[in-house]
């Protein structure tokens, strides 16, 4: 069953507007953590933001905020002020329990346009 | 702090022979992960290494198979190569289990003809 849900293969937005990229997940473990990674065209995956089951708030990092609304099971990635360089795959990831193997959505695709 | 760093970076084989891929973690990263990506498939995990130990295995034939010595650093190997086996294989370290960081290496990009 798949358990990371990213609905959206591809999004523009214009430089310097914010956009929303969204993830929903699935799992019935009350403990669980959320990622979000960037895959430029190099191909290294880099880390963005994390958000755990039990944490009371969002978590933002610089221009990165996830919007997560657990009992609807999402959380959405929302980039601040776009910049030409966030054009790249982004890619939401769950870890469920204690493990460290995640399971990965299949991405967006986002183009900043000038 | 030096990043995760993956060798080769790129390789090229043919069906039949044999491959191995090496990681090394973050200094004082002692779990190891590994993720074949392919345009099909996307992003799957292979299996996870803590403290030289398998933990976690992903769906994956027994011609995929690792290891992970006593500095942490990791080998993955699949024998039989298929054409099916071409993807960039992602290898991720982290402080141990369940850390909510996890740091991926540049990857290595196999070519199977």
């Known amino acids: 069953a798949q358990k990371i849900t990213q609905t959206q293969p591809g999004m523009f937005v214009q430089e310097k507007e914010a956009v929303t990229l969204d993830c929903t997940y699935d799992t019935s473990d009350p403990s669980y953590g959320l990622f979000w990674y960037k895959q430029p065209s190099s191909g290294e995956m880099i880390f963005l933001i994390y958000?755990?089951?039990?944490?009371?708030q969002n978590a933002t990092e610089g221009r990165y905020s996830l919007n997560f609304q657990k009992a609807r099971k999402s959380a959405n990635l929302v980039i601040s002020a776009s910049q030409l360089g966030d054009s790249a795959m982004y890619f939401c990831a769950m870890r469920e329990g204690g493990d460290n193997d995640m399971r990965f959505g299949a991405g967006t695709r986002l183009t900043v346009k000038p | 702090k030096a990043g995760v760093t993956q060798t080769p970076r790129y390789l090229i084989k043919t069906r039949g022979q044999q491959v191995t891929l090496s990681c090394s973690p973050i200094s004082g990263h002692r779990s190891v992960s590994w993720y074949q990506q392919t345009p099909g498939q996307g992003l799957q995990f292979l299996f996870e290494y803590f403290s030289e130990t398998q933990r976690n295995k992903g769906n994956f034939p027994g011609r995929f198979s690792g290891r992970q010595f006593s500095n942490s650093r990791s080998e993955m190997n699949v024998s039989t190569l298929e054409l099916g086996d071409s993807a960039l294989y992602l290898c991720a370290s982290s402080l141990g289990l369940g850390s909510r960081d996890q740091y991926f290496g540049p990857g290595t990009r196999l070519l199977v003809l």
């Open positions: 958000q755990g089951s039990y944490d009371q």
